[in-house]
């Protein structure tokens, strides 16, 4: 059963950058789907970012330019580097997973999630 453990949240200020990093125990396959999603009070989760097992990447349109995804294999771990942060980007922040290879933007085609790390932007 893979597992997922997010950290590198903290507080920033705008314009300031934070990597998230989510470690994957169990050993994923490099078939998985991961991905990152965010959740602000208040608001439904959202997508943020995605890498499917051929190594393309997606992107929520609010973030093109400024976040990457990117993924360790060996260390079975996934990254987020946020960059130009901005006060609207406050959120808990979650890692996600499915072995389906899915390409989808909808928290409901992610079957493994973390806990979530909470990103705080101060203006």
């Known amino acids: 059963q893979v597992q997922l453990v997010e950290s590198g949240g903290g507080l920033v200020q705008a314009g300031g950058s934070l990597r998230l990093s989510c470690a994957a125990s169990?050993?994923?396959?490099?078939?998985?789907?991961m991905a990152w999603f965010r959740q602000a009070p208040g608001k439904e989760r959202e997508f943020v970012a995605a890498?499917?097992?051929?190594?393309?990447?997606f992107y929520a349109d609010f973030v093109k330019g400024r976040f990457t995804i990117s993924r360790d294999n060996a260390k079975n771990t996934l990254y987020l580097q946020m960059n130009s942060l901005k006060p609207a980007d406050t959120a808990v922040y979650y890692c996600?997973?499915?072995?389906?290879?899915?390409?989808?933007?909808?928290?409901?085609?992610?079957?493994?999630w973390g806990q979530g790390t909470q990103v705080t932007v101060s203006s």
């Open positions: 890498l499917i097992s051929s190594g393309r990447t």
């Open positions: 996600a997973a499915d072995p389906s290879n899915v390409q989808t933007v909808l928290p409901g085609g992610y079957t493994v």
């Open positions: 169990g050993r994923p396959s490099s078939s998985y789907t």
